[in-house]
């Protein structure tokens, strides 16, 4: 189970999270060993254009997402 975090809205990262490339939650770099866990999807969009994308969070930001060791 993965607990729910609070998502920034899809809008209001940057390119590198909008990526996937860095944390959606604090912004450090996902180019790690380690690398990000999926938390789920941002949403965002404007007027009628809905849209949400995947976002990455480190495991700091995702405690228990990722794998003890992998
Ligand atoms: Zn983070």
């Not at 189970?1 to 996937?20: E, I, V």
């Not at 949403?43 to 930001?61: K, L, M, Q, T």
């Amino acid at each position: 189970m993965t607990a729910r975090l609070k998502l920034p809205s899809a809008d209001d990262l940057t390119y590198a999270q909008h990526q996937g490339w860095a944390c959606c939650l604090c912004g450090k770099s996902l180019w790690t060993k380690v690398g990000g866990v999926s938390v789920g999807r941002a949403r965002g969009g404007v007027g009628a254009h809905s849209f949400d994308i995947e976002v990455y969070a480190c495991p700091d930001c995702a405690p228990g997402s990722a794998t003890p060791g992998g």
